[in-house]
């Protein structure tokens, strides 16, 4: 099997996941890793013995043999190692949100075309297959297109304190922004949201946002990060898809698996990123399969959308315009 020679740019807790999962995948080759905290890069490196370790993005983009880029850094740091990424003829992953300005977007767009490289949002939950199932009963006719969406993501109070660096729109919701923009096959007319800071003077812990598409889907999207610690859910996640000729449905709040210690309760979490005995599974490991795959052939990827994620960006911003303007709003792209 041809492996697809793969960098790493931002080395925190998710681009750690990165790591993991293309450590255990036959169709990659971490070549190189990257991270402005030289201690974190360091330890990454010497734990699975990975030769070129860097903390300027430079040095490893300036290497002719990379193909794949991933990019995990802070979310407002993703624009300057992508673009570069591009124009050194390497296809890129750039972490969500692909970016938190829409000029930056349709710049990381245009510079993929200008160059012949793909560039993927890391939308991953277009590969869990619940996600993927609502879909396929939306193309299939199953469920039919919908009428009406309804999709919740929250996370936890104590996850606020560190992502509050980025607003909730941004950090959340822009996962579902993706979801809904998939599966209603068109593009948001209108937005109305309304924001509530709760343990935050900016940025709300408590966010809704009314969405009105071109050809009449109607989608409302809840992110809070309101669920007690103690409670022991990670990801405390719904969703329901009213279709012409049914509905589909689940809620995520943690697995089945359940472990009570003297801490309290945890429910782990199987569907997203998961390690044992040195390989992964999980929606990430699908994802990243899927772009190697699609480097390894030449072939661009067609079931995730850029396209799509620019558009995303643009309607975020209209949300954080609507709920400070209080009035409906109407993304720019
Ligand atoms: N797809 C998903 O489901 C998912 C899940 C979690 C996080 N994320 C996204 O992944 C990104 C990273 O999140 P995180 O939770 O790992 O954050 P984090 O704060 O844990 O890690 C960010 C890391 O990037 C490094 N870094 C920042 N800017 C850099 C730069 N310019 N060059 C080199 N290194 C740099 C920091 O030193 C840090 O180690 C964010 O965009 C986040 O939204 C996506």
Redesign the pocket.
């Given at each position: 099997m041809r492996k697809t020679k793969v960098g790493i740019?931002?080395?925190?807790?998710?681009?750690?996941?990165h790591l993991e999962a293309f450590r255990s995948m036959p169709q990659a080759e971490v070549v190189a890793i990257?991270?402005?905290?030289e201690e974190?890069?360091r330890e990454l490196a010497d734990r699975y013995s990975i030769a070129h370790a860097y903390?300027?993005?430079e040095e490893l983009l300036a290497r002719d043999d990379i193909e794949l880029v991933s990019?995990?850094?802070?979310?407002s740091?993703?624009f300057?190692?992508a673009i570069e990424a591009l124009r050194s003829g390497k296809h890129v992953l750039v972490?969500?949100?692909v970016t938190t300005k829409l000029a930056e977007a349709i710049e990381m767009q245009r510079t993929a075309e200008e160059r012949g490289k793909f560039i993927v949002p890391?939308?991953?939950?277009r590969f869990e297959p619940r996600y993927a199932d609502i879909r396929e009963a939306i193309v299939s006719g199953r469920i039919g297109a919908p009428h009406s969406m309804y999709l919740k993501r929250a996370r936890t109070k104590s996850m606020f304190r560190?992502?509050k660096?980025?607003h909730t729109v941004?950090?959340l919701t822009?996962?579902d922004l993706d979801l809904a923009i998939w599966y209603a096959g068109s593009r948001v007319r209108t937005v109305k949201a309304y924001g509530k800071a709760v343990h935050d003077e900016v940025v709300p812990d408590i966010l809704w946002s009314c969405l009105e598409f071109e050809n009449g889907t109607l989608a409302f999207l809840h992110s809070n990060w309101m669920t007690p610690d103690e409670a022991g859910i990670v990801m405390n996640d719904s969703i329901e898809v009213i279709g012409a000729n049914g509905t589909a449905q689940f809620a995520n709040g943690g697995s089945d698996m359940q472990l009570l210690d003297a801490r309290g309760r945890a429910t782990p979490d199987y569907s997203?990123h998961h390690t044992r005995n040195g390989t992964s599974t999980g929606?990430?490991r699908e994802q990243l399969t899927y772009l190697c795959d699609c480097a390894a052939g030449g072939t661009a990827p067609s079931y995730v959308s850029f396209a799509d994620a620019v558009h995303g960006i643009a309607v975020a911003e209209a949300i954080i315009r609507s709920c400070a303007s209080g009035k409906e709003e109407r993304p720019e792209a």
């Open positions: 740019i931002g080395l925190g807790s998710w681009g750690g996941c990257c991270d402005r905290n974190r890069v903390t300027n993005s990019i995990a850094t802070f979310e740091e993703h300057a190692p972490e969500k949100p890391g939308h991953l939950l560190t992502y660096r980025t941004f950090e822009v996962h997203i929606a990430l």
